[in-house]
């Protein structure tokens, strides 16, 4: 016999399989298309959004990279990858499908060659598959290459929308190193192309998890009275990794932590948790109010930067390939924000992320304020423990909700109890990349998930003063932690000064 909670639960998981519309014609131009983002992340993406045929049939893919291989081994390659990535139950046809529409260019990017080659290339493919002069760019390429390479897009005519059709180009992070640094880039990607033609992509957009946030708070009349300073006493933000650097030790041992994490995916999930409730679900009004709230984030003081902030480094980095051996580079860091509006006065959010640690574990974790305790005394119970709300994003994505409860029996004695929402549970495993929802976005000019350019350096304002104390010999030192801890004990006793303790990461 079925029971109501099993047909509920039918109905949603077949809402969550229901494809999206077909997204209209596209030619996708990925440089750099040999690298490990494409490898990894923007191919298995291609290939779920074939497999909803959420992609047209007048779709194509032309790629450029310096690999010195044939289209023929590149359409090898994308189909031995697919097929290695997704496994057993890979469909071949979508695999062919897509592979049999990449075009390939093997070049450096400033050679003049490529560049008339990409332009036959455009050509053909709008002949061949009919892409209506619809171009989006993509550059997954390193960080040096984004301005000129956008730079000599613009230059050859090809971000020009006439006829009607539409040119975009995405861009990976990192936005900059610094507050000055992105508004440079921002200041000069805006010289040459509009800014609704920028696509700044961070990929925890991307997931599900973090875009039901939104949901959560704003769909549900129980949330959102209570979520303020009256009812919430802090909010803690983690981001943990149990991998080390591993082979991209040139990259982070110039970034560290703090550049790498915090002013992009930590940012976000901060303005999305505290933003104020947008007027539509306009990519404008969406944006304006996450700005809002980044806006409203209290400068950390550079001369008590060594109370708001800790930074720390695993033992045996400096050990890691491609690492100085006198690395000062942080590989944690963990911080206290304030934020100065009206909901969340005297209300810390405590953000933390690092590398190599006990377990990788992504969430958000609402605690609230402790109920009154008179009734608790005179009944001699044990006091109950103020509830928490776990907004999990990886590896665990779900929902908890944690009150408590009275344990059977004479006495009146309390315990912690759950209350669980799991998406696998609920929509099935949906194996996805994080980059579907995006690609579809921008194929179809929907800017919502992506940020604008107030937005990147907003993020960069949040952490702007830390640098400078650092760069200054302000700050604190750096702390060693063991690989597979919780970090370093400078980080508990940051928030044990106010009271207040970490929530174990999850295995």
């Given amino acids: 016999m079925t029971t109501v909670a099993a047909t509920e639960n039918a109905v949603v998981r077949e809402k969550a399989i229901n494809p999206p519309a077909t997204a209209g014609p596209c030619a996708l131009i990925i440089f750099g298309i040999t690298g490990d983002l494409s490898k990894r992340l923007l191919l298995p993406a291609l290939y779920n959004l074939a497999r909803q045929r959420a992609l047209s049939d007048h779709f ?20 031995a990858d697919l097929r290695n990535a997704i496994g057993p139950e890979a469909d071949n046809s979508v695999i062919e499908w897509l592979a049999s529409r990449v075009r390939y260019i093997a070049a450096n990017f400033d050679d003049e060659a490529a560049w008339k080659r990409l332009r036959e290339a455009l050509t053909r493919v709008e002949t061949e598959y009919r892409t209506e002069g619809n171009c989006l760019f993509y550059l997954a390429t390193a960080p040096q290459f984004f301005l000129p390479v956008t730079k000599r897009i613009a230059r050859e005519g090809l971000m020009n929308e006439e006829r009607g059709h539409w040119r975009r180009i995405i861009i990976e992070k990192p936005f900059g190193e610094d507050l000055k640094s992105a508004g440079a880039l921002n200041r000069e990607l805006l010289s040459i192309v509009r800014d609704d033609q920028i696509y700044r992509i961070d990929h925890y957009l991307g997931k599900e998890t973090v875009q039901n946030i939104i949901v959560f708070r704003f769909g549900n009349g129980i949330f959102e009275p209570i979520w303020n300073r009256r009812y919430i006493d802090h909010v803690q933000i983690t981001v943990a990794e149990a991998l080390g650097v ?42 304006n109010e996450q700005v809002k709230l980044l806006e409203a984030v209290q400068p950390i003081d550079p001369e008590h930067c060594n109370m708001c902030v800790v930074r720390g480094q695993y033992i045996g980095y400096r050990a890691e390939p491609y690492v100085n051996p006198l690395s000062p580079t942080e590989t944690y860091v963990a911080l206290k924000f304030t934020v100065d509006n009206w909901r969340w006065a005297g209300v810390p959010f405590y953000v933390r992320t690092g590398k190599m640690l006990r377990a990788r574990d992504s969430k958000i974790v609402v605690h609230f304020r402790k109920a009154p305790l008179a009734l608790f005394r005179r009944s001699g119970a044990s006091l109950p ?36 929402f799991d998406y696998r549970r609920a929509f099935g495993d949906q194996h996805n990349t994080g980059y579907e929802t995006l690609l579809y976005d921008a194929i179809i000019g929907d800017s919502s998930l992506f940020k604008r350019a107030d937005m990147i350096e907003a993020g960069w304002a949040v952490i702007q003063p830390i640098l400078e104390a650092w760069a200054a010999g302000r700050g604190g030192s750096l702390q060693e932690y063991e690989p597979g801890s919780e970090g370093p004990e400078a980080a508990d006793e940051l928030i044990r000064r106010d009271g207040r303790a970490w929530r174990p990461l999850s295995r």
């Avoid at 044939?70 to 994308?78: G, K, P, V």
């Avoid at 560290?256 to 002013?263: I, K, Q």
């Avoid at 303005?271 to 306009?282: D, I, K, N, V, W």
Wanted: hydrophobic share 40%; charged share 15%.
């Fill in 60 to 79: 194509a893919v032309i790629g450029l990279a310096s690999s010195e291989i044939s289209e023929q081994d590149l359409h090898d390659a994308i189909v």
């Fill in 246 to 287: 591993e082979q991209r030790g040139r990259y982070y041992d110039h970034t560290g932590a703090l550049r790498d994490m915090v002013p992009n995916h930590l940012v976000q999930l901060l303005a999305l948790t505290g933003m104020e409730p947008p007027s539509s679900f306009s990519p404008h009004a969406l944006q």
């Fill in 385 to 420: 423990e103020p509830n928490s709300l776990v907004l999990g994003i990886q590896p665990q994505e779900n929902i908890l909700i944690e009150f408590d409860a009275k344990v059977p029996g004479p006495s009146i004695e309390t315990s912690t109890v759950q209350m669980q």
